[in-house]
């Protein structure tokens, strides 16, 4: 198999996109949906594990078993490409593809987040981040996006405008965020204790929807405690991505503060179970598909 590589866009980490336009399309990849979100959690799955580029033939044939149309995959690719995820090469009769540098590392850090997700912050000292940011109600889209990013930094919001947190070492990217929105000017960060008042466990309630993200871990369970599909692509890439979003949405808070028994804990054992389970064979096959081009 000729590996594709070299031409101008090999020397950018960004492939053929500017730098700009790929932190761009970077800040909202974590949380995308539909084909794209799915391309994510292929490339996530197969290319960067394997360090090696693939056909464009292999990602027809795997999406093909997720039910996803030849049309709709090759314009993911193009989309991926022009935003700096992938870079290109024409090899005879097949194009090949591989990670940018920059969105390898992208999906380096991924994979360590949801590898490394436990469901439950380990050594928690008591304390809270305490952040004040009341935004105009004309400024919707930057409203919109400091909710989503915050909520995946772990904060939950008990009253409006304020926002806690239990991960007290997030403040550079609590600040960085707000910055990048142009809200850091009208917000105030604090690192707090809890002296008095109400109980905790009606704080978490009140900030975060526990109830919602009970029903999230249960229908993962329920879904995957036994094979969805003979396919082993189709098995490890479904489970992969429905676990993905998962620990966007869980704030992972202290043991102390979660229902006991917290059923995060049973769905974090599963996915690792059936994650070392079911990947050998998904990139067995993943390459054989990739060699039929060579």
Do not use: N
């Not at 198999?1 to 101008?8: L, Y």
């Not at 790929?22 to 391309?39: D, I, K, P, Q």
């Not at 930094?153 to 405008?161: D, E, K, S, W, Y």
């Not at 094979?227 to 993905?244: E, G, K, Y």
């Amino acid at each position: 198999m000729a590996e594709p590589g070299g031409g101008s866009a090999a020397s950018s980490p960004y492939g053929s996109a500017s730098r700009e336009r790929f932190v761009l399309s970077r800040r909202y990849a974590a949380g995308t949906g539909g084909v794209r979100g799915l391309l994510i959690t292929v490339l996530g799955d197969y290319l960067r594990p394997t360090r090696r580029p693939a056909p464009t033939s292999a990602f027809i044939d795997a999406f093909g078993r997720l039910g996803v149309a030849e049309p709709a995959c090759r314009q993911a690719l193009v989309r991926a490409s022009a935003d700096g995820w992938l870079i290109s090469r024409r090899d005879g009769r097949y194009t090949w593809w591989r990670l940018s540098p920059a969105f390898e590392h992208f999906l380096d850090i991924g994979a360590g987040r949801i590898l490394g997700f436990t469901g439950a912050q380990p050594g928690w000292d008591r304390r809270w981040l305490l952040l004040l940011a009341r935004l105009p109600e004309r400024d919707r889209a930057v409203r919109h996006l400091l909710h989503t990013r915050l909520g995946w930094l772990g904060f939950g919001r008990p009253a409006p405008g304020a926002w806690v947190s239990t991960h007290t070492g997030r403040v550079k990217e609590v600040e960085f965020l707000l910055r990048e929105v142009g809200a850091y000017e009208r917000a105030q960060l604090f690192l707090s204790e809890h002296l008095g008042g109400g109980d905790l466990p009606s704080l978490v309630r009140q900030a975060w929807d526990l109830d919602e993200l009970e029903r999230a871990y249960q229908e993962f369970i329920d879904e995957f405690t036994s094979p969805p599909s003979d396919d082993p692509i189709v098995r490890f890439t479904r489970l992969v991505h429905a676990w993905r979003r998962l620990p966007l949405i869980d704030p992972v808070l202290p043991a102390e503060l979660l229902p006991d028994p917290w059923i995060g804990e049973p769905a974090v054992r599963l996915f690792h179970d059936q994650h070392t389970r079911w990947e050998p064979a998904a990139i067995r096959e993943w390459e054989r598909i990739s060699q039929e081009a060579s």
